[in-house]
């Protein structure tokens, strides 16, 4: 049993333990923990919410962005610790801010693909949920110089139509077992203490550093203000480290 430190506070995180299901109350997993049954009759692929690479390896991942004003200090705090993410990116976003992908990519990081505008995938026509995936691709590419091979569906909406479309393209859909909210803004202690609470071998932990549609056009309930991210990020990152763990991308290893 690994114990990190907080504010004189112990929170408990096991090694060698993926999260349990009990948990999803705590962490906000909801429907993108689920399987879809349409993927399991047609055996598309399956959204995958852990990173198989060894004990006491997690991923982080950050969704909606890029942001100007955001995403770089992810990437210092990032940068300052040696840590590897994943950031999965609007493409709207990626056509507004270029060069904050470009940083992404230069750092070593990957590239996922959430989508052009951030819809709610299941809404949508078959024809319109490939449109919205295969744009974005195509301004990754064409921005990064890198196709992505990871898609997550915005608001964990992985609809049958979406996994029709990373089988034909090749991506590996990919959910999270560890949801903070901290797009809710509930403080940068309560985020940091939800990540710490929920890490475990294998955790693909959820975070934002943007906002879909751009910044005229922030997540409900945000205002855009991804401040509380960096700072929990700030806090719990070396917690993590200190108690062993070390983080990876779910693009670098085969899924379960």
Same mark, same amino acid.
């Given at each position: 049993m690994i114990t990190c430190q907080r504010q004189r506070r112990p929170v408990?995180?096991?090694?060698?333990?993926?999260?349990?299901?009990g948990a999803t109350a705590l962490l906000g997993l909801g429907a993108a923990g689920a399987t879809p049954a349409a993927a399991r009759a047609r055996r598309l692929p399956t959204p995958e919410r852990e990173v198989v690479a060894g004990p006491m390896v997690m991923a982080l991942t950050?969704?909606?962005?890029?942001s100007p004003q955001y995403t770089p200090q992810v990437l210092d705090v990032l940068r300052a610790y040696g840590v590897r993410a994943t950031f999965f990116v609007c493409g709207d976003n990626v056509g507004l801010y270029p060069d904050v992908v470009r940083r992404i990519v230069a750092e070593g990081h990957a590239v996922g693909n959430h989508s052009w505008s951030h819809p709610h995938l299941g809404e949508l026509s078959a024809a319109d949920v490939r449109g919205q995936i295969q744009r974005t691709q195509d301004a990754v590419a064409k921005?990064?110089?890198? %196709?992505?091979?990871?898609?997550?569906? +915005?608001?964990?909406?992985?609809?049958?139509?979406a996994l029709t479309v990373c089988a034909d393209l090749g991506l590996r859909p990919i959910s999270w077992s560890v949801d903070p909210s901290d797009w809710a803004n +509930?403080?940068?202690? %309560?985020i940091a203490d939800r990540v710490l609470a929920g890490a475990a071998t294998g955790s693909i932990v959820l975070n934002h550093d943007g906002t879909e549609g751009g910044d005229?056009? +922030?997540?409900?309930?945000?205002g855009g203000d991804r401040s509380q991210t960096v700072a929990a990020l700030r806090s719990y990152l070396p917690e993590l480290i200190d108690a062993g763990y070390s983080f990876t991308t779910p693009d670098a290893h085969p899924p379960r």
């Amino acid at each position: 049993m690994i114990t990190c430190q907080r504010q004189r506070r112990p929170v408990h995180c096991p090694a060698g333990h993926f999260l349990a299901v009990g948990a999803t109350a705590l962490l906000g997993l909801g429907a993108a923990g689920a399987t879809p049954a349409a993927a399991r009759a047609r055996r598309l692929p399956t959204p995958e919410r852990e990173v198989v690479a060894g004990p006491m390896v997690m991923a982080l991942t950050f969704d909606d962005g890029p942001s100007p004003q955001y995403t770089p200090q992810v990437l210092d705090v990032l940068r300052a610790y040696g840590v590897r993410a994943t950031f999965f990116v609007c493409g709207d976003n990626v056509g507004l801010y270029p060069d904050v992908v470009r940083r992404i990519v230069a750092e070593g990081h990957a590239v996922g693909n959430h989508s052009w505008s951030h819809p709610h995938l299941g809404e949508l026509s078959a024809a319109d949920v490939r449109g919205q995936i295969q744009r974005t691709q195509d301004a990754v590419a064409k921005v990064g110089g890198r %196709t992505p091979v990871l898609f997550r569906a +915005p608001y964990g909406d992985f609809a049958d139509a979406a996994l029709t479309v990373c089988a034909d393209l090749g991506l590996r859909p990919i959910s999270w077992s560890v949801d903070p909210s901290d797009w809710a803004n +509930p403080g940068a202690g %309560t985020i940091a203490d939800r990540v710490l609470a929920g890490a475990a071998t294998g955790s693909i932990v959820l975070n934002h550093d943007g906002t879909e549609g751009g910044d005229d056009n +922030p997540a409900p309930g945000s205002g855009g203000d991804r401040s509380q991210t960096v700072a929990a990020l700030r806090s719990y990152l070396p917690e993590l480290i200190d108690a062993g763990y070390s983080f990876t991308t779910p693009d670098a290893h085969p899924p379960r």
